[in-house]
């Protein structure tokens, strides 16, 4: 039973690129959670996702930061122009309903140069 | 939006000795979770606690959830090399519509041989 899939481990990417994380949930989970992890300050949500909704983005950053979760497929999160400060460790977590325990990947760590 | 607060930030201990850490708030939670992360790894979740004043044992970890539902403390007995790793507690937080869980900035305990 595989647990919840983020790719790439490791994203290396130049100011201004964009950069897309991409993260599969759980068999038979269909919430989908994604933080951001920055050394000694814990992990911030950024927005939760059900199939081809947006539940909740207050999290999200308004510009440059986009989410998805298709009917088909991964949830994707998708950062354009990309700045140092985006550096981080991305995680996606999903759950099979709403205020359950979250089920974590292994991360998506970003280093922008 | 609700804070979860840790304490202490950094704890280095020798193997065998006890230790407690602390997860404090100023709101009330319906539950409380913790999780520990090593790492480059996802949090993994230990234990939830539900009830105000239950206590839950998980070997030789016991959590406990305050009579006001407002704080937790995980307090580890005779601690071991493996118990080396990054403590979160965490919240649902209702402030937004849909809730998300919160996280506090977590305890990074080190056990030395």
């Known amino acids: 039973n595989a647990g919840v899939m983020q790719n790439p481990r490791h994203l290396v990417r130049r100011r201004g690129q964009e950069a897309r994380l991409r993260c599969s949930p759980m068999?038979?989970?269909?919430?989908v959670y994604w933080y951001r992890q920055l050394p000694e300050e814990g992990l911030k949500f950024m927005v939760y996702?059900?199939?081809?909704?947006?539940?909740?983005e207050s999290g999200m950053p308004k510009e440059r930061f986009s989410a998805e979760f298709p009917k088909e497929g991964p949830s994707i999160l998708r950062i354009q122009q990309v700045v140092r400060g985006d550096s981080a460790a991305y995680f996606c977590?999903?759950?099979?309903?709403?205020?359950?325990?979250?089920?974590f990947g292994n991360g998506t760590r970003l280093t922008v140069t | 939006t609700q804070l979860l607060e840790q304490s202490p930030q950094f704890l280095s201990i020798q193997e065998g000795e006890n230790l407690t850490v602390y997860c404090n708030s100023s709101s009330v939670f319906s539950s409380l979770q913790w999780y520990r992360q090593e790492p480059g790894e996802g949090p993994v979740l230990l234990v939830t606690?539900?009830?105000?004043?239950e206590v839950k044992k998980l070997k030789r970890l016991t959590f406990q959830f305050g009579d006001a539902r407002k704080d937790s403390s995980l307090h580890i007995t005779a601690a071991q090399t493996g118990d080396t790793g990054l403590y979160l507690c965490a919240g649902w937080d209702y402030g937004g519509s849909q809730g998300n869980l919160i996280f506090g900035k977590g305890t990074k305990l080190s056990v030395k041989p």
């Open positions: 977590a999903s759950s099979p309903r709403q205020n359950s325990p979250l089920h």
């Open positions: 606690v539900v009830t105000g004043g």
């Open positions: 996702l059900q199939k081809e909704n947006i539940i909740d």
């Open positions: 068999k038979g989970h269909s919430h």
